[in-house]
């Protein structure tokens, strides 16, 4: 079945994302949060993205108020009952995701489609509070999502062939590479780049380099476009350290095991960036300087 209307649950940094490449792309969207006011700041984060393209020349100013006029704002599920396909970005926890699809479960037809965006959490057990495991998927965005060109479509062992292309199709109509994965714990991308985010921490603890160091090494040496602690800054610490223990525990594996110098900066509130200090002191976001750990 054709993809016409779509619903994203949660309008916060990712959810917000997948909402305006969804209406960029021509799908009437609508997009649901908990409370008018977060509704009005996701759709704020949106207007205010789209305003700068139109300063870029990106796309016009027709095309932004098209775009606009696709988005729906919502605080009811049930404004969601006719979409074709609903993708999650709520908080990740396996619980509330779980909670969240048996109520749509409930609410939608058999033919629409399920999709989280969970970035460490099995598709399966997700899946598994529904009746549809056929047409449930991982469509995995990252940050920001208007920005970055990936999207990890994931299949589970339940989910039917034809769904699973169909959600391939629709994420190159957003403008994405889609790479197909299967549904193993941190996909493909955190599977490889959780290890090194680590093992940047374990060098730091074992004093092979500091802190500027080991970042110019990875920048330099091996062309990154940034250091990997600053990227656990960008990322967030406290969502690296959630996400490893959860592959930990899947795998058992020393490589995803939290380092405990992570531990220690989590428990201090040092989640990078978005908390003003991890492996970099932002009290001047301009020009930050390495902690002293």
Not at 83 to 97: F, G, R, S
Not at 102 to 114: G, Q, R
């Amino acid at each position: 079945m054709a993809i016409r209307k779509v619903g994203v649950v949660g309008c916060g940094l990712m959810g917000s994302g997948i909402a305006q490449v969804s209406a960029a792309a021509g799908f009437l969207t609508v997009v649901r949060e908990v409370s008018p006011a977060i509704v009005e700041k996701g759709l704020n984060i949106i207007e205010k993205n789209l305003a700068r393209l139109v300063e870029k020349g990106t796309i016009t100013a027709a095309a932004r108020s098209e775009i606009r006029g696709r988005l729906q704002g919502t605080i009811l599920l049930e404004e969601l009952k006719d979409c074709d396909l609903i993708i999650e970005a709520i908080i990740e926890q396996l619980p509330a995701k779980r909670e969240l699809f048996t109520t749509l479960d409930a609410l939608c037809p058999p033919s629409t489609i399920f999709a989280s965006n969970t970035s460490s959490l099995t598709i399966t057990e997700i899946s598994a509070a529904t009746k549809r495991p056929q047409r449930f998927v991982g469509l995995h965005f990252f940050n920001p999502v208007p920005v970055m060109k990936l999207v990890e479509v994931v299949r589970t062992i339940a989910t039917d062939p034809d769904v699973y292309e169909e959600m391939v199709v629709f994420g190159t109509k957003l403008g994405k590479t889609a790479v197909r994965a299967h549904d193993s714990t941190g996909f493909i991308v955190n599977r490889l780049l959780v290890p090194y985010l680590l093992d940047a921490i374990r060098a730091l603890e074992e004093g092979v380099g500091s802190i500027e160091d080991i970042d110019n090494s990875m920048k330099l040496g091996c062309g990154h476009p940034m250091g990997p602690l600053t990227l656990l800054d960008f990322v967030g610490l406290d969502t690296t350290y959630y996400i490893s223990q959860i592959m930990f525990e899947e795998f058992h594996e020393k490589r995803f095991a939290s380092p405990p110098l992570l531990k220690r900066m989590v428990l201090a509130g040092w989640n990078g960036r978005k908390s003003g200090r991890g492996f970099y002191d932002y009290s001047d976001p301009q020009k930050p300087r390495a902690s002293k750990l």
